[in-house]
């Protein structure tokens, strides 16, 4: 028998968030306007309080990265010289990738640089669908999904790899604020916060999961000309769900990694094949412009000063929140990974590489988007306000003349893509509520993941059908309030190791 079934439960842990998420659901469903109006106020009441400590923490990160990585702590091999890593890096980097985006940029790709490009911020004075509305929705797709974002989660992936194998703490989020506050960290406080996090990340994957099962059925009924309606629905959760049990039953080796490498070459044909088949020049003009404007605006745009209070909020801070209520557990499976390798490199692979992918895919899907927007009778825009963001993609990919094959590999990359996601996030999730998890036995038993597969499951597909998806998707980010605390204090214990330099980062003895 496996060590990793030998694991009790973390009866906290693991039974406070599913009773909250059940509660939450059965109020949801029952009251579902009276719910979501509630969560609404809670939730602008956070982002216009905190929204400036949401846009400080990510410009922050960014420079606390820069001087880790020329520190003497970048030099560091998490887990010690002996350390041997779990993947080579080209399956560290799929992996990284692909368990980190989800859907999340296929989906946003496509929708979101229209909401920019034709209501931009009234601060700006900018005509929509004016070339300078094109630059401006392309410097925004930048901005929202390279360099700042990924700071969020390589500041926690790094600070916990560094805390659970140098300094061969628990596998708990509370580890992460050893170097701060001591020992002191684990006991109620550290329990709390997983909790939280936990509970935060299953309502964050509930909401993911049902915007994936409506966009699949989405495309699967455009593919083959009939209504699936529910049954397909039902279907498609399924589907997902005992693949990444079945994903992760196989191990990190053959599951995660393969699915995500197969992914990963997936993007690069869809990218590949916009590239060659859309307005190219125009796109790669328009990634130019944006770049440029990217940088001009950096600071001032992460921070709001430039555009509407409002619109900095309900986008820009509105998608940190996201960002922010799943790193505490993605930092997890993402320290994990690390073992065998430097910190500079884990700053490369987990910050640099996925910021230049997510550059180059919205070159390719947003400026196409932007580009055929923008012509005569193109008409995307008009989909998005008529039907919502979920055909987009698949119209873009019309319009560029891709065809049945094409709608069928993005269908397969959009179901790989929460495969994978989901795989390491439950991965993560069972972990943290399973006692005795170690770099030895690092698994929790393939029960306790059936579980919260399932409870995600079943969550999504009743938010899908109770029209309730809203409500939970807003409980994500409200999840996001309580981890900007942690996150930051995973930040300061990491000031605290780089001060302190390659002693503070020594394995201790076991």
Known sequence: MPPSSRHPINRPVFFIPLAVLSAALIVSVWQGAAFVAAETAVNDWILRVFGPTFA?????????????????????IIGGAEARPLLGRWRWFAVMLCTTIATGILFWGAAEPLFHLNTPPAMLGLEPG??????????????????????IYTVAGLAFALVY????EPFSLSSLFVPLIGQRAHGPVGTTVDIVCLY????????SLGAGILSLAGGIEGLGGFAGGTPLRWGIAALIVGSFLISAATG??????GLSVLNTWLFFAIIAFVLVAGPTAKMLGLSLRGGADYFATFVPRNLGLDVDGDWHRQWTIFNWANWFAWAPVTALFLGRLAVGYSVRAFIVVNLILPALFGAVWMTAIAGATIALDRQSGASLYAILSEQGPDPVLFRLFDALGGGPIVTATVLFAIFLSYVAGADA???????????????????????????????????????VASSGIDGIRMMSVLGGFPALFVIIGAALSLVVMTIRGRREAAPASS
């Open 130 to 151: 004016s070339d300078g509305a094109a630059t401006f929705a392309m410097s925004t797709m930048f901005l929202h999904w390279t360099l700042t974002p990924y700071a």
């Open 200 to 207: 935060a990340l299953v309502a964050g994957m509930a909401a």
């Open 252 to 257: 990190l080796q053959k599951g995660i990694a």
């Open 165 to 168: 194998y140098n300094r061969r």
């Open 56 to 76: 400080l923490a990510g410009v922050a990160f960014l420079i606390l990265l820069a001087v880790v990585a020329l520190s003497p702590l970048g030099k560091v």
């Open 425 to 463: 996030n439950v991965s993560a999730m069972s972990a943290l509520s399973t006692r005795g998890i170690s770099p030895d036995a690092p698994e929790a038993p393939l029960g306790v993941q059936a579980v919260w597969g399932v409870t995600v499951g079943l969550v999504a597909v009743m938010l």
